[in-house]
């Protein structure tokens, strides 16, 4: 086993195998988002869901989810019926052909980051991306702030060139656990790839619920990044919904609309000075994430005493 392993880490291509019907592309998009790491709000399943259940596509590259999967940390559900094992849901790691709603094919990757294998599985993906012609490679997922949800979602862009993004970061210099994605992006940038990522913004009470309205500020960044022509009314129609219901929620909570009306003064602030380069760098006291985390348990309680979130 320990050769085979090393085999496949030599051997990139051998870990996916692509279909022989694939289409010429000329520098095809590639989107891809991975389940397993930060994703506030679930932003990224969101689009992931919305695109797959709004588009044409299907697979035509799988990856050997047995070499890059612990099935012992992430355990694939089993249905059990009566007296015997019914259904088997095998993960799957895969790459969808898709087309766009003008007709556009591109590309989504998407799938359980994988346990194992990093170098071996960005090098696969490397590989596709080569044989395939792309031309830019896309993510995103959602990272909880301390930011209002009645204030606009903000974004943090990271790319392999600087020409690639044209937002200014909240961020400086910061060192965070990884993840395959970021991984991804920086082997892609090592090899003279263009790669874009948006990290979208979410309030942190709100972090643990789907928050459509951050999954649209993540779509109208690909849209804005890659020219596809996406749809996007169903989870537009979705913030609509979520958003009245926080608001229900909200309006008439002394307590939580006071933390609220906090986290609207620190924005605004920083919003307002534009000569500085963080939303972090303010010198002002405000609520901690355990503080905010107190003040909003029964708020979110009470959201899924009243049934699951809206469904797209």
């Known amino acids: 086993m320990p050769d085979e392993v090393g085999e496949t880490v030599r051997n990139p291509e051998d870990l996916y195998e692509l279909s022989g019907d694939v ?4 520098g095809p ?11 506030a709000g679930s932003v990224g399943q969101l689009v992931r869901e919305h695109l797959l259940d709004s588009l044409e596509h299907r697979v035509i590259a799988r990856f050997d989810v047995d070499a890059l999967i612990d099935y012992r940390a992430r355990r694939p559900p089993m249905t059990f019926d009566r007296d015997h094992w ?10 969808h052909l898709v087309h766009d709603e003008a007709g ?27 044989r395939l012609g792309v031309g830019l490679a896309v993510t995103f ?27 200014t970061s909240f961020f400086d210099r910061v060192q965070v656990p990884g993840s395959a994605a ?33 999954a649209v500020a993540a779509l109208d960044a690909v849209i ?23 608001a229900e929620q909200v309006n008439g909570n002394d307590e939580v609309e006071k933390v609220v009306r906090a986290l609207e003064q620190q924005y605004d602030a ?9 939303l972090l760098a303010e010198d002002k006291d405000m609520p901690t994430a355990d503080e905010l985390g107190a003040e909003f348990e029964r708020f979110l309680a009470e959201r899924r005493a009243d049934g699951p979130d809206p469904q797209l």
């Not at 998009?29 to 994703?39: P, R």
């Not at 930011?147 to 974004?155: A, I």
């Not at 991984?183 to 948006?198: Q, S, T, V």
């Not at 990044?225 to 749809?231: D, M």
């Open 23 to 26: 289409p010429e592309m000329t």
């Open 29 to 39: 998009v590639l989107l891809y988002s991975l389940d397993g790491f930060v994703d």
């Open 86 to 95: 019914s259904d088997y849901e095998a993960p799957e790691l895969v790459v």
């Open 104 to 130: 556009s094919p591109f590309l989504f990757l998407t799938g359980p980051e994988p346990d194992r294998l990093w170098d071996g599985f960005t090098a696969a993906v490397r590989s596709l991306v080569e």
């Open 141 to 167: 997922h959602g990272i909880p702030m301390g930011v209002p949800h009645t204030r606009p979602v903000g974004l943090t862009a990271h790319a392999t060139r600087p020409e690639l993004v044209n937002r």
């Open 182 to 214: 970021a991984l991804l992006e920086f082997r892609l940038g090592e090899a003279g790839h263009d790669a874009i990522g948006y990290a979208v913004h979410v309030p942190h009470y709100l972090a643990q619920s789907t928050y459509p309205t951050a």
């Open 224 to 246: 804005g990044c890659t020219g596809l022509v996406l749809p996007s009314d169903a989870l537009r129609e979705a913030a609509v919904r979520t958003e009245a219901e926080i």
């Open 270 to 278: 920083f919003a307002g000075a534009t000569e500085r380069e963080s």
